[in-house]
């Protein structure tokens, strides 16, 4: 049996949620073996699909301020 299988093999008799954890921990992992470089690329692109996004719907740094400080408060 190989690593992958032996590990798919696991992953089944675990739980829904722990199968979530155990991809979280996957992509953790994989993040520290990426280029810095690339991820930097990958952080710049994804704000910037964010910022568009918050542009279409109209919200503004004040909108999202606000929603910071009530979740804040609600704490």
């Given amino acids: 049996m190989t690593i992958k299988e032996a590990l798919l093999t ?3 008799t675990l739980p ?3 199968q979530a954890d155990v991809l979280a921990y ?3 992992i994989k993040i ?3 280029n810095p470089a690339t991820l930097d690329q990958q952080f710049v692109e994804a704000l910037a699909r964010v910022r568009a996004i918050a542009t279409d719907r ?6 999202i301020e606000a ?3 009530a979740v804040r408060a609600g704490r």
């Fill in 58 to 63: 109209q919200i503004t740094d004040a909108d």
């Fill in 26 to 28: 996957v992509r953790f």
């Fill in 16 to 18: 829904e949620a722990h």
């Fill in 10 to 12: 696991e992953l089944e």
């Fill in 67 to 69: 929603e910071i400080q």
């Fill in 32 to 34: 520290g073996l990426a």
